[in-house]
Nanobody, 118 residues
Framework: QVELVESGGGLVQPGGSLRLSCEVSGGALSSYWVGWFRQPPGKERESLATITVRNSPYYVDSVKGRFFISREDVKNMVFLQMNSLKVEDTAVYYC????????????WGQGTQVAVSS
């Protein structure tokens, strides 16, 4: 059973930084694409960043240049470095896995809360 656990969320002031972690157990991370998503209060979940098994990152425009996704397959860990945080980045953040060659996100973490406020 593959499980994902996010950590690293918290309260931060605008302009600050946070580094989210996603620990994967029960499976080899190297077999999966990884995505970071978020769900702001009262809104739908949105995709933020994806990293392929070949370590190629992709970002949505709203976070490009501020957020950086990385992976350490040996440690079964994925990270999201978030810089220059804005109030509108407040959300619950999730990591998810897609099997290489697949077309849907099949494993999800429980989420970690990020609040950006002065």
């Amino acid at each position: 059973q593959v499980e994902l656990v996010e950590s690293g969320g918290g309260l931060v002031q605008p302009g600050g930084s946070l580094r989210l972690s996603c620990e994967v157990s029960g499976g080899a991370l190297s077999s999966y694409w990884v995505g970071w998503f978020r769900q702001p209060p009262g809104k739908e979940r949105e995709s933020l960043a994806t990293i392929t098994v070949r370590n190629s990152p992709y970002y949505v425009d709203s976070v490009k240049g501020r957020f950086f996704i990385s992976r350490e397959d040996v440690k079964n860990m994925v990270f999201l470095q978030m810089n220059s945080l804005k109030v509108e980045d407040t959300a619950v953040y999730y990591c998810a896995l897609m099997k290489r060659g697949g077309d849907s996100w099949i494993y999800w973490g429980q989420g970690t809360q990020v609040a950006v406020s002065s």
